[in-house]
């Protein structure tokens, strides 16, 4: 089979670690008989610096036009005096939106031999971690009506937090599919003891699971989730949440993994069609210098070849080859603790290649 992939290096690591996630990949598919044809497009820092815009309409366009979209990371303090509307992570949203990419899933998954890596104790972590994030990814306050006014305390400024029913039904339905396939458990998380807007949700989430007997549903503040997520993070098998509840839980759920380094994300639209990137950012410190792990970018194209090209197979093939090169003891700089063999970008990247 022929794929089409447009790929977005971004900024920062961004091409460092893309670089290792197509080698993955090409090798992926010389092994089973695929083609994969990518077309590189700007986004980001590079397309500001490149056109004057971080998100050019040519990179819409061949998005539109490829199967599925590949994407580093954008960002850094080059261009962190631009006003608010034209900084480069303006392009995420914008790509989002413009793809219909409402659904965000991000797997916490602890590897076994990472486990010393968790900030977490042992006993926590014991029989492993296999968490899914759902994150709506189109509507909350990220992309709700926005401004500034005069009060009597002087300038203010407000982001409004809005949810239509279908927005909720919508990524709802995602998480309980996902959960059927997995443990049959839901936790969705609101604030419904404050927002109105986590009202309506938590009520349409209960009307989408009478359509899913099987699946057992629990509702959760966002407040005790984020602490349960350190206490006793195993009680979760599916987390479904709002746009900005879910990108703090994610990053808080990266971090008992051992490594945000590590874990790949997938935002999907209606149908197949995704876009894949790591959950981490730019790191323009490090940018260039063989030291950022490709291994969550590397893990995001096994989520595309799972979710948006339907190669279960091809995706178990790079899952296990990153636990093979871990279990030979290799780490990049963010996972190293004195033991196995520190590598690089490209050395890790290549290991992986090897293992497939």
Partial sequence: MNYTIAVIPGDGIGPDIVEQALKVMHKVGDKFGH???????????????????????????????????LLGAVGGPKWDNLPGGERPERALLGIR???????????????????AASPLK????????????????????????????????????????????????????????????????????????????????????AEVAKDY??????????????????????????????NIFGDILSDE???????????????????????????HGSAPDIAGQNKANPTATILSVGMMLRYTFGLGAEADAVDAAVKTVLAQGYRTPDLYTGEGTLVGTAEMGQLIADAI
């Fill in 35 to 69: 083609t994969f044809t990518c077309q590189t497009v700007l986004a980001g820092g590079a397309a500001i610096d490149a056109t004057g815009g971080c998100l050019p309409q040519e990179t819409i366009d061949v998005c539109k036009a490829s199967d599925a979209v």
């Fill in 213 to 242: 007997p099987e699946v057992t549903l629990d509702n959760m503040y966002v407040d005790n989730a984020a602490m349960q997520l350190v206490r006793n993070p195993r009680q979760f098998d599916v987390i479904v949440t709002s």
């Fill in 122 to 205: 042992p006993e926590i972590l014991a029989g492993g971690l296999d968490i899914v994030v759902v994150r709506e990814l189109t509507g909350g306050i990220y992309f709700g009506e926005r401004g500034t006014k005069e009060t009597d305390l002087g300038p203010a400024a407000y982001d409004v937090e809005m949810y239509a029913e279908e927005e909720v039904r919508r990524i709802a339905k995602v998480a309980f599919d996902m959960a059927m396939k997995r443990n049959k458990h839901v936790t969705s998380v609101d604030k419904a003891n404050v927002l109105v807007s986590s009202r309506l949700w938590r009520r349409v989430v």
């Fill in 97 to 115: 939106k413009e793809l219909g990419l409402f659904a965000n899933l991000r797997p916490a998954v602890i590897f076994e031999e990472l486990a």
């Fill in 253 to 279: 759920a990266s971090q008992i993994t051992g490594s945000i380094g590590m874990l790949p994300s997938a935002s999907l639209a209606k149908g197949n069609f995704g876009m894949y990137e790591p959950i």
